[in-house]
């Protein structure tokens, strides 16, 4: 029998490898242009709990330790190519509260 290969991922916070399904994904979905070419509208940062979601990817333990210290170190914005605003760091922690994660104290 083959075993299926698990893929890793590294987590922005603490910089270990981990499988895929431990993680959470943050993503930062693709601008929208017009025909021209030209951006209408940057792309949202947003948690994606389904790893579904279209656009770059950066991934965070389910930890809000994790999330808290890829803020402060700024990793996901270099994974991301962007700057993230406060509020939505703001909105990640709350929305990892809200799916039961806890932070590791």
């Keep these: 029998m083959v ?7 590294k987590c922005s916070g ?10 959470i994904r943050v993503v930062k979905a693709p601008d ?5 070419g030209e951006i209408i509208e940057k792309g949202t940062i947003s948690l994606d709990l389904t790893g579904k979601k279209p656009g770059r ?15 402060k170190a700024r990793r ?8 993230i605003p ?8 709350e929305e990892m509260k ?3 994660q806890e932070s590791h104290e």
Excluded: F, H, T
Aim: glycine letters at 4%; charged letters at 35%.
């Design 32 to 36: 929208k242009c017009d025909e021209n």
């Design 14 to 23: 603490c910089s270990q490898m981990k499988p895929k399904s431990e993680l």
């Design 57 to 71: 990817g950066a991934y965070v333990c389910k930890s809000l330790d994790c999330l808290k210290s890829a803020r």
């Design 98 to 100: 809200a799916c039961g």
């Design 76 to 83: 996901i914005e270099r994974s991301l190519s962007c700057r």
């Design 3 to 9: 075993k299926k290969k698990i893929p890793l991922r």
């Design 86 to 93: 406060e509020q939505v760091y703001d909105n990640m922690e």
